[in-house]
Nanobody, 127 residues
Framework: QLQLVESGGGLVQPGGSLRLSCAAS????????IGWFRQAPGKEREGVSC????????NYADSVKGRFTVSRDNAKNAVYLQMSSLKPEDTAVYYC????????????????????WGKGTLVTVSS
């Protein structure tokens, strides 16, 4: 069964860091770009980052650029989102999603091409 499972969320103080993981099962990540998205309470889902199948191409939302770093380890069938200098406005449920294509579309993360989604992990940034 094809699955994406996010982990690593939790409560962190402003200025802190977290690393989210997205583990894939039922398929090999090597052939797919992976996107990270988030949805804050009462807000629409937004794209956070995307990484191509090889890891050679990434993009980020302006709101996280310079603070978040996406990476992948295809040997472990996993993708990561390192989040630093966290702000209260980063509070959201974070999702990873598989893109049916190898590359990320455009210069900003979008949900174009995303065909499978994880159930999300909650990140709360609060003092």
């Amino acid at each position: 069964q094809l699955q994406l499972v996010e982990s690593g969320g939790g409560l962190v103080q402003p200025g802190g860091s977290l690393r989210l993981s997205c583990a894939a099962s039922g398929f090999t990540l090597d052939y797919y770009a992976i996107g990270w998205f988030r949805q804050a309470p009462g807000k629409e889902r937004e794209g956070v980052s995307c990484i191509s199948s090889s890891g050679g191409r990434t993009n980020y939302a302006d709101s996280v650029k310079g603070r978040f770093t996406v990476s992948r380890d295809n040997a472990k069938n996993a993708v990561y989102l390192q989040m630093s200098s966290l702000k209260p406005e980063d509070t959201a449920v974070y999702y990873c999603a598989r893109n049916r294509y190898r590359d990320c579309s455009g210069t900003k993360p979008t949900d174009y091409g995303m065909d499978y989604w994880g159930k999300g992990t909650l990140v709360t940034v609060s003092s």
